[in-house]
């Protein structure tokens, strides 16, 4: 089955401590991306990646990196999470030629 | 920056009726396409236009283009419960080599509620 998968669903953190959120695909797309979502403020991307060792800052990059090693696996890292990193978090892939964007189930993590 | 701003932010009708979002872009796109959410969880693709057409239909859903305004309009028909869920509209622009930049750009979306 195609799909996007993420680990953990659900978090909850103190502030300071570093943490990684996995995201794999198996559906051997090039982009993946990472979305925060807020509130009254939609979907904002984080991260995105456009294959592997090419990554490139979306909207709120501030405070948090990536990495993408291989083709399937596009981790977001938290180096110091602070309590405004409080959101559901959002894994997709998709082709480059503009189709389909496929989204994980969120990854709910809160800051304390 | 978000790039699509949907309208109305929330949409309450009763089963059986149509419902209508909009969304308006700022630049130039390839292409734009309408995602589902349920509740917390993740987004699932809708139908996709090209900034070549005009209108599409899939099942119940029918959306428009019209590039000269940079506006797109969902319209879900005899809707149900079942389509009780946030809507958004997605950006996407290409290189002139005909592949993405890698970015949709998502606007802040419609919640639509459906009265049995």
């Known amino acids: 089955e195609a799909q996007v998968t993420q680990n953990p669903r659900y978090l909850i953190t103190v502030t300071g401590k570093k943490l990684t959120v996995t995201c794999s695909q198996n559906?051997?797309?090039?982009?993946m991306s990472w979305y925060r979502q807020d509130p009254g403020l939609g979907l904002r991307q984080i991260y995105y990646s456009m294959n592997v060792e090419v990554t490139d800052k979306g909207d709120v990059p501030e405070g948090y990196k990536v990495s993408r090693k291989e083709k399937r696996n596009f981790p977001l890292i938290l180096e110091s999470p602070s309590p405004n990193q409080t959101s559901l978090y959002f894994c997709a892939s998709r082709h480059p030629r503009g189709s389909t964007q496929y989204f994980g189930p969120g990854t709910r993590l809160t800051v304390l | 920056s978000q790039q699509g701003e949907e309208d109305p932010q929330a949409l309450s009708i009763q089963e059986g009726e149509n419902a209508t979002m909009n969304c308006s872009y700022k630049?130039?796109?390839?292409?734009l396409q309408w995602y589902r959410q349920n509740s917390g969880r993740g987004l699932v693709h809708l139908i996709l236009i090209r900034s070549n057409e005009r209108e599409k239909h899939s099942g119940r859903l029918r959306v428009t283009l019209d590039t000269s305004k940079k506006s797109s309009s969902l319209l879900i028909t005899a809707s149900r419960a079942a389509d009780t869920a946030s809507y958004f509209c997605a950006t996407d622009v290409f290189y002139a080599g005909g592949t993405s930049y890698g970015k949709l750009t998502f606007g802040q979306g419609t919640i639509l509620t459906v009265h049995p």
């Open positions: 559906m051997n797309h090039e982009y």
């Open positions: 630049t130039s796109i390839n292409n």
